[in-house]
């Protein structure tokens, strides 16, 4: 994974974003930061789940920033709007820019199911075309006597110098993104993310959230948790939670697991505090992609989530399963491999760190050494 041109940062060089000395990288000319603790407003989401910080950019679908965070912004960022508020701007944004007009573009990595379609918005390359969406969605809230002054406090809106509303960067993107709600327990949306699909989609970063967070009257989504069963959900009482990476493969999981309460975090090491609570009381599965075995930063990762859910069972004296599952490794997501019918095993702890590589390994029994005797 470490190329020429990238180091690990080191007690003298902490990560400019967690300031902790380990687990993070950063380029030689640390223009580019890799954090693997937090993801919040990060430019880009890595496949793994770090939180990828640009010092200067121009390619992703985010201002220009500087990454020194305490220096002062040009104004404070917006509070967050209230939930209903963003549920209201997102549902009208998506309704302006549906995803099935472009449905033509997706490209076979697509999976997930066809009913969900209409869920899912298309953001514009065209900034000028954005902006118009955004004048769009402002003028039809006000029709409608939405309480929503000028979009404030809705991440990934903002006013531009001339005083024009845009979301999104203020510049041509190479490509239109995909939209993807991220949606709360409560069954609203809370923020979006951004997908690169198409042609563009191997070169250009896969996921990022749509945030204003660096600019004018913006603000950040931070690193919500996707609530699929608020919406999808069927059985009476909730008796598992499964957690997958994401809202898209979220959606998969929830309609061929029915009986699961299924959440999505926006990358491995994200949201675990949410999870834990979501699940208190309930059996737990995890089913983040397969290189969960043989990947170290991964394997750390789910480790410390079963870590903070085994810390909070003993405090609450209960001990409902968890479970991680394993698949065919043909199969990266567990989305792909639902869809093509694999077999899915149900693994406790310790049968799951048996099977790890040896640095997976060391890197997962770490984090569990505080909660258990670790052999
Ligand atoms: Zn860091």
């Not at 406090?153 to 024009?164: A, D, I, K, Y």
């Not at 709600?181 to 997908?195: D, E, H, M, T, V």
């Not at 069963?229 to 929830?254: M, R, S, Y």
Request: proline share 6%; with cysteine.
């Amino acid at each position: 994974m470490m190329t020429v041109g990238y180091q690990r940062v080191s007690r003298r060089s902490p990560c400019g974003i967690c300031g902790k000395p380990d687990w993070c990288s950063t380029t030689r000319d640390h223009r580019i930061t890799f954090c693997a603790r937090s993801a919040t407003d990060a430019d880009r989401i890595s496949s793994s789940g770090w939180g990828v910080f640009y010092r200067e950019i121009r390619h992703v679908p985010h201002p220009v920033y500087s990454l020194q965070r305490k220096q002062p912004r040009s104004s404070k960022p917006n509070a967050l709007a209230p939930v209903e508020i963003r549920d209201k701007v997102y549902k009208e944004l998506i309704r302006f820019s549906p995803l099935f007009d472009h449905i033509s573009l997706l490209s076979e990595e697509w999976v997930s199911p066809d009913q969900y379609l209409s869920r899912y918005g298309m953001l514009p390359k065209s900034a000028q075309r954005r902006q118009r969406l955004a004048q769009s969605i402002d003028d039809a809230l006000a029709k409608k006597g939405a309480r929503v002054r000028a979009l404030r406090g809705v991440p990934g809106f903002w006013r531009t110098s001339n005083g024009r509303l845009q979301v999104g960067g203020n510049y041509d993107y190479a490509d239109d993104l995909l939209l993807i709600p991220f949606i709360g327990s409560n069954g609203l949306i809370q923020a979006c993310q951004l997908k690169a699909i198409g042609k563009n989609s191997r070169t250009s970063p896969k996921y990022s959230w749509l945030s204003s967070i660096r600019q004018r009257d913006g603000c950040g989504p931070g690193t919500p948790l996707h609530y699929e069963g608020a919406i999808g959900f069927k059985g009476k009482t909730i008796e598992t939670v499964l957690v997958t990476e994401g809202a898209l493969k979220a959606a998969t999981c929830q309609s061929f697991l029915p009986d699961r309460y299924v959440v999505g975090n926006s990358g491995v090491a994200t949201s675990h505090r949410e999870i834990v609570k979501a699940a208190r009381k309930k059996a737990l599965e995890i089913a983040f992609d397969a290189d969960c075995f043989t990947n170290p930063h991964v394997a750390r990762a789910l480790a410390s989530l079963v870590a903070s859910r085994v810390s909070e069972q003993q405090f609450l004296s209960c001990e409902q399963p968890t479970r991680i599952l394993k698949w065919d490794k043909r199969f990266k997501g567990i989305d792909d491999a639902l869809i093509a019918g694999a077999t899915v095993h149900y693994l406790d702890v310790p049968e799951w760190l048996k099977l790890l590589t040896p640095e997976c390994f060391d890197a997962a029994s770490h984090q569990l050494a505080d909660i258990s005797p670790s052999k």
